[in-house]
């Protein structure tokens, strides 16, 4: 089991972006717009990746993205 497809437990649930149940690719060429703007309140952890964002829109207010090392959003 990698870590694209891990729920994480760091003091409380802590879902990785890239888990099946989000659906950020993270491929450099997919758009993953969709699954940034649709996270509910929480914590996600963004693996290492070009995450791309095809369409403007919000992240929620009460969602903490947890960029690691090698994660990136191309200008």
């Not at 992240?59 to 191309?74: R, T």
Request: no cysteine; proline share 3%; net charge negative.
């Amino acid at each position: 089991m990698s870590i694209d497809d891990v729920l994480l437990d760091e003091g409380g649930a802590v879902m990785n972006v890239r888990n099946a149940t989000v659906g950020a690719v993270g491929d450099g060429s997919t758009d993953d717009s969709a699954a940034f703007y649709g996270l509910s309140a929480g914590t996600y952890v963004v693996p290492a990746g070009i995450y791309r964002f095809a369409s403007s829109g919000t992240i929620a207010e009460d969602v903490i993205l947890e960029v690691k090392k090698g994660g990136a959003v191309p200008s």
